[in-house]
Protein backbone atom coordinates (compact mmCIF):
# COMPACT_ATOMS: atom_id res chain seq x y z
CA UNK A 1 0.00 0.00 0.00
CA UNK A 2 0.97 3.18 -0.67
CA UNK A 3 1.17 6.07 2.05
CA UNK A 4 1.79 9.35 1.00
CA UNK A 5 3.86 11.62 2.71
CA UNK A 6 5.61 14.75 2.71
CA UNK A 7 8.91 12.79 1.55
CA UNK A 8 7.76 10.09 -0.59
CA UNK A 9 6.22 13.54 -2.82
CA UNK A 10 9.61 15.15 -2.57
CA UNK A 11 11.07 11.66 -3.82
CA UNK A 12 8.55 11.61 -6.91
CA UNK A 13 9.45 15.09 -7.66
CA UNK A 14 12.74 14.24 -7.92
CA UNK A 15 12.37 11.16 -10.25
CA UNK A 16 10.37 13.95 -12.41
CA UNK A 17 13.66 14.46 -13.65
CA UNK A 18 14.89 11.26 -15.19
CA UNK A 19 12.80 11.36 -18.20
CA UNK A 20 12.98 7.38 -17.90
CA UNK A 21 10.84 7.60 -15.17
CA UNK A 22 7.70 9.40 -16.33
CA UNK A 23 5.86 6.28 -16.76
CA UNK A 24 6.41 5.04 -13.44
CA UNK A 25 5.89 8.72 -12.16
CA UNK A 26 2.28 8.57 -13.83
CA UNK A 27 1.64 5.50 -12.12
CA UNK A 28 2.38 6.77 -8.84
CA UNK A 29 0.32 9.74 -8.91
CA UNK A 30 -2.75 7.69 -10.62
CA UNK A 31 -2.36 5.88 -7.46
CA UNK A 32 -2.11 8.85 -4.92
CA UNK A 33 -4.74 10.50 -6.64
CA UNK A 34 -7.32 6.81 -6.19
CA UNK A 35 -6.08 6.68 -2.22
CA UNK A 36 -6.84 10.39 -2.47
CA UNK A 37 -10.65 10.34 -3.90
CA UNK A 38 -11.45 7.09 -1.71
CA UNK A 39 -11.01 9.02 1.27
CA UNK A 40 -12.42 11.47 -0.09
CA UNK A 41 -15.49 9.30 -0.74
CA UNK A 42 -15.41 7.42 2.87
CA UNK A 43 -15.48 10.95 4.26
CA UNK A 44 -18.17 12.45 2.45
CA UNK A 45 -20.27 9.67 3.36
CA UNK A 46 -19.57 9.44 6.68
CA UNK A 47 -20.09 13.52 7.40
CA UNK A 48 -23.79 12.88 5.31
CA UNK A 49 -24.40 10.46 7.69
CA UNK A 50 -24.10 11.99 10.87
CA UNK A 51 -25.08 15.45 12.16
CA UNK A 52 -23.21 18.36 13.39
CA UNK A 53 -20.01 16.85 11.66
CA UNK A 54 -17.64 18.79 9.91
CA UNK A 55 -16.99 19.39 6.62
CA UNK A 56 -13.32 19.99 7.00
CA UNK A 57 -11.84 16.87 5.98
CA UNK A 58 -13.91 16.52 2.57
CA UNK A 59 -12.72 19.52 1.54
CA UNK A 60 -9.48 19.11 1.97
CA UNK A 61 -9.33 15.90 0.52
CA UNK A 62 -10.88 17.56 -2.02
CA UNK A 63 -8.39 20.12 -2.71
CA UNK A 64 -5.13 17.24 -2.24
CA UNK A 65 -6.77 15.50 -5.09
CA UNK A 66 -7.65 18.26 -7.42
CA UNK A 67 -3.87 19.36 -6.83
CA UNK A 68 -2.79 15.60 -8.24
CA UNK A 69 -5.37 15.30 -10.96
CA UNK A 70 -3.22 18.70 -12.18
CA UNK A 71 -0.23 17.30 -11.37
CA UNK A 72 -1.25 14.28 -13.54
CA UNK A 73 -2.60 15.85 -16.14
CA UNK A 74 0.78 17.61 -16.79
CA UNK A 75 2.28 14.96 -17.32
CA UNK A 76 0.14 13.25 -19.67
CA UNK A 77 1.07 16.77 -21.45
CA UNK A 78 4.55 16.04 -21.18
CA UNK A 79 5.22 19.06 -19.01
CA UNK A 80 7.11 17.69 -16.10
CA UNK A 81 8.99 20.95 -15.39
CA UNK A 82 4.90 21.93 -14.40
CA UNK A 83 4.17 18.52 -12.80
CA UNK A 84 6.85 19.16 -10.70
CA UNK A 85 6.04 22.62 -9.79
CA UNK A 86 2.24 21.38 -8.99
CA UNK A 87 3.60 19.12 -6.36
CA UNK A 88 5.67 21.88 -4.38
CA UNK A 89 1.90 23.11 -3.72
CA UNK A 90 1.10 19.76 -2.46
CA UNK A 91 3.94 19.58 -0.17
CA UNK A 92 3.20 23.10 1.02
CA UNK A 93 -0.20 21.54 1.82
CA UNK A 94 0.73 18.32 3.31
CA UNK A 95 2.98 20.62 5.52
Known sequence: MLIITKESVQALKERLKNPGEIRECKEELKKMLDIKETLLWRA????????????????????????????????EEGDAIKASSILDNYIRQLE
Request: net charge negative.
Open 44 to 75: ENACSSCSGVSWELPASLFGEARILEEALFAL
